[in-house]
């Protein structure tokens, strides 16, 4: 039991220093001008993997031309990674209810606002690829377009769940949510990956996005696992993050 305990607090702080560390890294957009719009890439890897190029080019032509939907994606990306790991200290949800409420509902607007957004861009970062290379590119533009609908769907789910004062089901519903706004780490944790094992193309400008239902896969067993654990109603389940 004490190894189940200690891993459990492992596997969180290793979630919450991600999502920090990410948020902390996004933010670099909102500096003037923004550091590392395009990394400067090895000549011989440019040479290797010219997908790799255009992946790096992507990032500056959105800042350039879609300012205003970029930095709206992104500094609502940053309020939903920080803002939504606050939803999980049954602490705060304890002792300070209405600070709980008040940082769910920003959690919720910015994953609203943040979804609406991400649904342009998936389609508009395209325009910084080069034209023979698009095709390629066409499963991340399904996969981000999925994944910005699924990430409203499921929160607006965990808000109505709240509203009816059904708790168990909030907070079932907050963790899958919670999981699709994670694909702004795991996505980025994936891709090195893929560039290290593997020189397929398609793999490299799509994998780690095409893999977000892994988050909300793990999401559900957390759900089902733990609602399976607790002795009470379902009205008791909840994530223990801590």
């Known amino acids: ?29 909102f500096l003037v001008p923004p550091p590392l ?28 031309h879609h300012r205003a939907l970029l930095l709206t ?15 999980f200290l049954g602490s705060v949800r304890a002792s300070r209810p209405k600070l709980h409420r008040a940082t769910g509902l ?19 970062f395209l325009d910084a690829v080069p034209e023979e290379m698009r095709p390629v590119f066409h499963p991340s533009m399904a996969a981000f377009l999925a994944l910005s609908l699924a990430w409203v769907a499921v929160s607006a789910m965990a808000f109505r769940s709240a509203r009816r ?18 694909a702004a780490v795991t996505a980025r944790a994936w891709a090195p990956l893929f560039l290290l094992l593997s ?18 896969a793990v999401a559900e067993w957390l759900v089902r696992r733990t609602a399976a654990a607790s002795p009470g109603p379902a009205s008791s389940l909840e994530l223990r993050a801590g």
């Open 1 to 29: 039991m004490t190894s189940r305990i200690w891993a459990r607090k492992a596997a969180t702080a290793l979630m919450w220093s991600l999502a920090l560390l990410i948020a902390v890294g996004a933010a670099r957009y």
């Open 106 to 124: 920003a959690y919720l607007a910015a994953v609203l606002a943040g979804g609406a957004t991400g649904m342009p861009l998936g389609v508009l």
């Open 37 to 64: 719009l395009r990394p400067k890439l090895p000549p011989d890897l440019v040479a290797r993997e010219p997908i790799v190029q255009a992946l790096s080019g992507i990032a500056e032509y959105l800042y350039v």
């Open 199 to 216: 020189a397929e193309p398609v793999l490299l400008a799509n994998g780690g996005i095409l893999l977000w239902p892994l988050n909300l």
């Open 165 to 182: 004062r059904r708790f168990g089901d909030h907070r079932a519903w907050m963790i899958r949510s919670y999981s699709l706004t994670f």
């Open 73 to 87: 994606h992104i500094g609502c990306g940053i309020v939903a990674l920080a803002g939504g790991l606050v939803q």
